[in-house]
């Protein structure tokens, strides 16, 4: 089955702890990104990957890191989490299609709570 | 002013009904259109692409103007499982530049029966 799987589902961690969320797909897509997600905002991009060992900052990327080492694995690290990152997080891959568009499949979301 | 504005809604009616949303968009360089779907507290999907033509997937229609800049989705007939948030989403660069999606903060639907 096609998807994109995301773990912890849930997480409470206390401000600095170290925490990674880890995001994996397994349809072969070259581009993956992580949004948070916040009543009345939206998702919003934090990182987006257009391939092995190529991203870049989305509009939010302040307090997260990515790395992109294999194609399926694109990890959101949180080096020291704050409150103000309690938020639902979502990781998406997609491919481009030869008539232009493209769909983005999400993973099942992370709700992550810092106290 | 945000890239992507909808009116959050909520949009009660009853089943059977006719329902229109709109989306404005702030960046006329815009490639990219779509109807996400987002069930309470799960991930977004795919509902359609929008295309200038106009284009229609069984009861949803979705529409481009981009002289206004601005994208609706009508649902005909509604269904109670129709419930859910309504995302539009835009993406202001072509694909090869950045793969991102800009996202309205939605449109909440409630059918009732």
């Known amino acids: 089955e096609a998807q994109v799987t995301q773990n912890p589902r849930y997480l409470i961690t206390v401000t600095g702890k170290k925490l990674t969320v880890t995001c994996s797909q397994n349809m072969n897509h070259e581009y993956m990104s992580w949004y948070r997600q916040d009543p009345g905002l939206g998702l919003r991009q934090i990182y987006y990957?257009?391939?092995?060992?190529?991203?870049d900052k989305g509009d939010v990327p302040e307090g997260y890191k990515v790395s992109r080492k294999e194609k399926r694995n694109f990890p959101l690290i949180l080096e020291s989490p704050s409150p103000n990152q309690t938020s639902l997080y979502f990781c998406a891959s997609s491919s481009f299609q030869t008539s232009g568009s493209y769909e983005q499949y999400f993973g099942p979301g992370t709700r992550l709570t810092v106290t | 002013r945000k890239e992507v504005e909808q009116d959050p809604g909520p949009f009660n009616v009853p089943e059977g009904a006719t329902v229109a949303f709109n989306c404005t968009y702030s960046?006329?360089?815009?490639?990219?259109f779509f109807w996400y779907r987002q069930d309470c507290r799960k991930e977004p999907k795919l509902l359609m692409s929008?295309?200038?033509s106009g284009n229609e997937d069984g009861r949803f229609t979705a529409q481009l103007n981009r002289a206004s800049q601005y994208i609706s989705l009508l649902i005909r007939d509604s269904k109670l499982s129709d419930s859910a948030t309504y995302l539009c989403?835009?993406?202001?660069?072509?694909?090869?530049?950045?793969?991102?999606?800009?996202f309205g903060a939605g449109t909440i639907l409630r059918v009732k029966s």
């Open positions: 990957s257009m391939n092995v060992e190529v991203t």
């Open positions: 960046n006329s360089a815009s490639q990219s």
């Open positions: 989403v835009v993406t202001p660069k072509p694909f090869e530049y950045g793969n991102k999606l800009v």
């Open positions: 929008v295309y200038s």
